[in-house]
C-alpha cells in the first residue's frame, strides 16, 4: 500500500511536461500582448503608418525676394530711362502684371511680404551682395534673373567671361545658403537679346534710344548687316546661352532652385511685350509675361 500511494502522490513525467508547456505557452502570450507572435521585418513595417514626408519644393511660399538687373525693376516699362518697379514681374503691385508675389501672396500680402533688391544696370558681380541684403528679410522664395547686363558690354571682348559668371553665381547661391539653407530660389534664363534688336530695330524713335548707350555688344549700329555685324550679334547670343547652360548647371545642384527650363529665352517677345520708349526692354505686357512665365515654374507640381 505504501509503495502504491507514493506512486499515485508523484506526478509523472508526462505531467510534468505538459504543465511546464502551459507555463511558457502563458509567458510567451504576455509578452507581445496577445496570443499571436510579435510582427517583425517587413511586416511591421508595413502595420506601422509612416510618417507623411516634407515636400523639398513648396509650391506657396509665404514671401519673396527678387534680385536681378533692370528687367526686374521695371526699367523703362513706364517711362523713358526710368525704374518702375510698382510693374515688376517678380514683385510688383500693378493690377496689369499680376506679380509673382501677387499671384503667390495677393496683393496686400504683395506689398507686405515681398521685396525687390536688383539694381539698373547690375551684372551677375553684383549678385553676392544683393542676395546678402535679401537674406535679411528671410524671404521664403528669392527669384532671380541677371546676365544680360554680362552680355551687354561696350564690345564682345568686355563680356564677361563664363567662368566667372559662374563662380559669382555659385558665390551668391552659397550667401543664400548660410543664411538660409531652406529657402527656395527660382531662376529665370537671359532673354534672348538678338530676338529683342530683331524686334526693336523696327522702330526708329528705339533706335535712337539704343544710341545712348543701351547694350551697345547688341544693338550697336542697329541697321548692319554685314559680316562682321553679324558676327558680333551672334558671338553675344552665343554668350547668352553659355550663361544660361550656368544658370542651368548650378540650379541643378541645389535641391531647392528650379531654372525655368529657358522658358524667358525661349519666349518670343513680340512688339507689343517691348517698351514703347526703347524697344528693348519688356513692356508692362511684357512683364506680365515674365510674371506668368515664373508663377507657372514655381507652382508646377515637379520642375
Known amino acids: 500500500m505504501e509503495q502504491g500511494t507514493r506512486r499515485r502522490g508523484r506526478p509523472s513525467r508526462a505531467v510534468l511536461a505538459l504543465v511546464a508547456a502551459a507555463a511558457l505557452g502563458v509567458a510567451g502570450c ?3 500582448g496577445g496570443g499571436s507572435p510579435a510582427p517583425s521585418g517587413a511586416a511591421a513595417r508595413q502595420e506601422r503608418p509612416s510618417p507623411k514626408p516634407t515636400p523639398v519644393w513648396d509650391t506657396g511660399p509665404d514671401s519673396v525676394a527678387a534680385v536681378g538687373d533692370s528687367i526686374t525693376r521695371g526699367f523703362d516699362a513706364c517711362a523713358v530711362l526710368t525704374d518702375c518697379p510698382e510693374v515688376s514681374w517678380a514683385t510688383g ?31 551677375m558681380a553684383d549678385l ?19 546676365g544680360a547686363n554680362d552680355a551687354c558690354r561696350e564690345t564682345t571682348s568686355a563680356m564677361t567671361p ?22 527656395q530660389v527660382y531662376v529665370a534664363s537671359v532673354p534672348d537679346l538678338k530676338r529683342l534688336w530683331s524686334q526693336g530695330r523696327t522702330s526708329p524713335l528705339g533706335k ?19 559680316a562682321a555685324a553679324t558676327l558680333r550679334r551672334e558671338t553675344v ?13 548650378v540650379c541643378a545642384e541645389d535641391r531647392r532652385c528650379r531654372f525655368d527650363g529657358g522658358a524667358v529665352y525661349e519666349y518670343r517677345f513680340g512688339t507689343e511685350q517691348l517698351s514703347p520708349w526703347d524697344w528693348f526692354h519688356p513692356s508692362v505686357d511684357g512683364q506680365a509675361e515674365l510674371a506668368e512665365i515664373a508663377y507657372r515654374t514655381v507652382t508646377a507640381k515637379r520642375p
Open 208 to 226: 535712337q534710344v539704343w544710341k545712348l548707350g543701351i547694350c551697345p555688344s547688341m544693338l550697336g549700329d542697329a541697321d548692319a548687316l554685314d
Open 128 to 146: 553676392p551682395g544683393q542676395m546678402e541684403r535679401a537674406v535679411r528679410r528671410s524671404p521664403e522664395l528669392v527669384a532671380v534673373m541677371a
Open 237 to 249: 547670343r552665343k554668350r547668352v546661352e553659355d550663361y544660361n547652360e550656368v544658370l542651368e548647371e
Open 162 to 183: 563664363v567662368a566667372d559668371f559662374r563662380a559669382d553665381f555659385e558665390e551668391a547661391m552659397r550667401t543664400l545658403r548660410r543664411a538660409l539653407p531652406k529657402a
Open 93 to 123: 503691385t500693378s493690377e496689369e502684371v499680376d506679380s509673382l508675389a501677387v499671384r503667390l501672396l495677393g496683393r496686400a500680402g504683395a506689398a507686405e511680404r515681398s521685396w525687390n533688391h536688383s539694381v539698373t544696370g547690375a551684372r
Open 30 to 32: 504576455d509578452a507581445v
